[in-house]
Every structure is written in structure tokens, then in C-alpha cells.
């Protein structure tokens, strides 16, 4: 890629990551084909959308150290401090939850903290005014010139690396469906489509906010609407890292069918969302639906 950041040819991202075609009966009695399109292969350290988000944002930072959010188990920073191990660059990780600065570290952190990254506990109230001017400018105090990435790597950049996403995809899928957090794959995802395609995001947080989240980032990132998307936000299980019996049932069966280890918190409720939608006649006899894996179980 003529866009990565200096060094990243180390890294060797597998792209375009494979598109697989996914026998279900569940899918092909409503006339739907059920295609994976596996970003989970791409990279072992940087999965899925976590490699296409962070690509330009880690060649803007030209080698700085990069301080970017999270909580205490956010792939986005596992993904930056594998990247800044592997490419020799120092991170910081600002961790949402001050209480946790006293207890052991989950495997998650713990995972982060092996890759070199510098762990900041801040409290809620603070996490939540994160990108306000007075705690950038105390943080960035505190550890000296860092770039910047925002909480799961969504900005402009993430939106525009994520375009390719919907370019390998072109006259692959009619629909092609991603679970959402912040709103970044889908954003980009949307304005690489061609015409007749189209993008579906399933928020795995409640709030109603995410369509908002997604104009904004099209309109730094592109100049305005880029693509056609939607959102189903029925899915998200009660909220981030929520899950229920039904889901993990639901992602055990999928396992056993296809002999793919399914992420519970994105992928899961996005294979769900997809089964449900489907079979409530969502999708035209005929079309061709891929669901993004963003990501593997940790």
C-alpha cells in the first residue's frame, strides 16, 4: 500500500483479507448468500478494522508516541501497543476506570503493558471530557509530544483506511454488513462501496447516537455523505461487553457450523443481527451479503 506508514511493510497485512462463502440454510431458504469477509486474518496482532483504522493514523504520527482511549478491554489498545512494538514507537493508553489502577491487570492490559504501552487510569468523569482542551493539554503535559487517535481509532484518517474495505468488496456483495463502535469502519466502509451496494452497521452500544457519529466523521473525512448506509440498533445486547445466554448459544451454534471462532462482542451480535433480519425478509431473493469479521476472540 502506498499509504503505510514507514515501516509497516515489517507488519505484511494480508489484503485484500479473503471473502468466503458461508453455506447456512438459515440464509439460503429466504434466497440469500452468506459471504464472510475474513479482516480477522489480516494481521495476528492488528485484526480487522484495527489494521485499516490505525494504517494512516501511524503514518501521520511519523514515528511520534501515540496516546490514544480505551477501556479496560478495548482491542483499539491492544492493536496500537502491538503496532508500536512491532514498529518501534512508544504508546500510551489512557484507560477509562481509575479503580483499576490498583488491582491486577486484566489479560487485555495485561497484554498492553507486554507491548510496552504506558498505562494512565484516569476516572470516569475525566475519561468522559477526553477530548476536551484542558485534559488533552494536561495528558499531553504529563507524557511530552504524542500523536493523538481518539477513543477506538475513529477520526478522518481511520474513515479514509477503511475505504479500501468497501473497495475490495466492490461487485463482490450487494449488502455488506458491520458491527459498529465508533462509527470509523462504517464511515469508510460506506464511501468505498460502488453503486447498487449498499452498507449495514449493528451499534454494539445502545444510545441512539451513532448515526450522528458516522455523518461526522464522512463530513471530516470526505467532505460530506459518502455512500449508502444504515443502521439496525437492535442488537446491541444491552450495551457494550453486554452479552446474554441467547447470544453466546447463538455464536456456539454458528462456531459448530462453520468452523470459525466467533467474537462475542462485534462479531457475534453482527452474525445475529444478520440471521434475524434475514429471516424477518429484510434482504431481496438473490442478494449477495457479506458480514465483515472485525476481529477474533482474545
Request: proline content about 6%; charged content about 20%.
Amino acid at each position: 500500500m502506498h499509504d503505510e506508514p514507514p515501516g509497516t511493510p515489517r507488519l505484511r497485512p494480508a489484503l485484500p483479507s479473503p471473502l468466503q462463502p458461508a453455506g447456512d440454510e438459515r440464509f439460503a431458504r429466504r434466497g440469500v448468500q452468506l459471504l464472510l469477509k475474513r479482516d480477522d486474518l489480516i494481521h495476528p496482532d492488528l485484526p480487522g478494522n484495527k489494521w485499516r483504522k490505525l494504517s494512516l493514523n501511524l503514518a501521520s504520527a511519523e514515528g511520534r508516541t501515540v496516546l490514544t482511549f480505551g477501556g479496560a478491554y478495548s482491542n483499539h489498545l491492544r492493536a496500537t501497543a502491538a503496532a508500536g512494538r512491532l514498529l518501534g514507537f512508544g504508546t500510551v493508553g489512557v484507560v477509562r476506570g481509575d479503580e483499576l489502577a490498583h488491582r491486577p491487570l486484566n489479560p487485555s492490559l495485561e497484554q498492553c503493558a507486554a507491548d510496552g504501552m504506558r498505562l494512565h487510569f484516569v476516572d470516569r468523569a475525566t475519561y468522559r471530557s477526553k477530548t476536551d482542551p484542558e485534559v488533552l493539554s494536561g495528558l499531553l503535559s504529563r507524557f511530552g509530544e504524542c500523536s493523538v487517535i481518539p477513543e477506538g481509532g475513529s477520526n478522518a484518517l481511520a474513515a479514509q483506511g477503511c475505504t479500501a474495505l468497501g473497495r475490495e468488496l466492490l461487485g463482490e456483495a450487494d449488502v455488506a454488513a458491520v458491527a459498529c463502535g465508533t462509527g470509523g469502519t462504517l464511515a469508510g466502509l460506506a464511501a468505498g462501496l460502488g453503486q447498487g451496494q449498499r452498507a449495514l452497521g449493528v451499534p454494539v452500544l445502545r444510545g441512539g447516537f451513532l448515526g450522528d457519529a458516522v455523518r461526522e466523521l464522512q463530513q471530516e473525512a470526505f467532505g460530506g455523505p459518502a455512500g449508502r448506509w444504515s443502521l439496525d440498533e437492535r442488537f446491541h445486547f444491552g450495551g457494550y461487553a453486554r452479552t446474554s445466554p441467547e447470544l453466546h448459544a447463538f455464536a456456539d451454534d454458528f462456531e459448530d457450523r462453520h468452523g470459525l471462532r466467533v467474537e462475542r462482542l462485534y462479531v457475534a451480535k453482527l452474525l445475529y443481527a444478520l440471521t434475524t433480519i434475514t429471516e424477518e425478509g429484510a434482504f431481496a431473493p438473490g442478494t449477495r451479503l457479506a458480514a465483515v469479521v472485525t476481529g477474533a476472540p482474545f
